[in-house]
């Protein structure tokens, strides 16, 4: 089992940045594959970027790359995502999650664990 909480939404303006977190309890961090997708007013939920469990391989959407990088620290147990040059339509709740599996993964029926998501808005 494992539970993860994000941290660092807020509320900031066209082209700034900002970097969202994501704690995970447990021990087996290093052994889930790990993804941060996003989902916006009355919009599907859609995924953002992905990051392997062991070599650190990532994968972005198309929407988001260039701007945003994935990371995870093994030592602390933590996921990143610096944003930058966020546009309005970034604006979602960010939500973690964790896969088992090598492979980075775009699709999120393939993740078993969520976290409760942290708002990023971003105003014109």
């Known amino acids: 089992q494992v539970q993860l909480v994000e941290s660092g939404g807020g509320l900031l303006h066209t082209g700034g940045s900002l970097r969202v977190s994501c704690v995970a309890s447990?021990?087996?961090?290093?052994?889930?594959?790990m993804g941060w997708f996003r989902q916006a007013p009355g919009k599907e939920r859609e995924f953002v970027a992905s990051?392997?469990?062991?070599?650190?391989?990532?994968y972005y959407a198309d929407s988001v790359k260039g701007r945003f990088t994935i990371s995870r620290d093994n030592a602390k147990n933590t996921v990143y995502l610096q944003m930058n040059s966020l546009k309005p339509e970034d604006t979602a709740v960010y939500y973690c999650a964790a896969r088992w599996g090598t492979d980075v993964s775009g699709e999120g029926y393939e993740y078993y664990y969520w976290g409760q998501g942290t708002q990023v808005t971003v105003s014109s």
């Open positions: 447990g021990r087996t961090f290093s052994s889930y594959t």
């Open positions: 990051i392997s469990r062991k070599y650190g391989n990532t």
